[in-house]
């Protein structure tokens, strides 16, 4: 319990680094994702990530949220893991977007919640 924790305020710590800091602001940001998964995944999405969401991006149309639990920063040559993240088999999704703050390129592996 405590490492899923300590996984969790992690990946939140990395959401806002990879934010470039700007998300301290409180402002949510729109983000545009290009995603690979099983059947009934969406192509593509646009989410809002408020500062309070962690590691959640809210989809615009209400359907779902996508929660993020491997970030890489493709430009920055970052990447942030959870230890067991790839391997627990709770990671469905992969996604491409560009950061709205410092227009880096990401690729976030997560799956989506109801």
């Given amino acids: 319990m405590r490492s899923g924790l300590r996984a969790i305020v992690l990946s939140s710590s990395v959401v806002i680094a990879l934010a470039g800091g700007h ?22 999405f646009t989410a809002i990530h408020e500062r309070s969401n962690g590691t959640a991006f809210r989809l ?9 639990m491997v970030f890489e920063d493709l430009t920055a040559g970052k990447r942030f893991e959870p230890p067991g993240a790839t391997t627990s088999g709770i990671i469905t999704t992969t996604c491409s977007t560009i950061n709205p703050f410092n227009e880096h390129a990401l690729r976030i592996a997560g799956r989506f919640a109801p």
């Fill in 60 to 68: 615009t149309d209400g359907t779902s949220v996508f929660v993020g």
């Fill in 23 to 44: 998300a301290a602001s409180g402002a949510g940001a729109t983000w545009n994702f290009t995603c690979s998964g099983p059947v009934g995944t969406p192509s593509s």
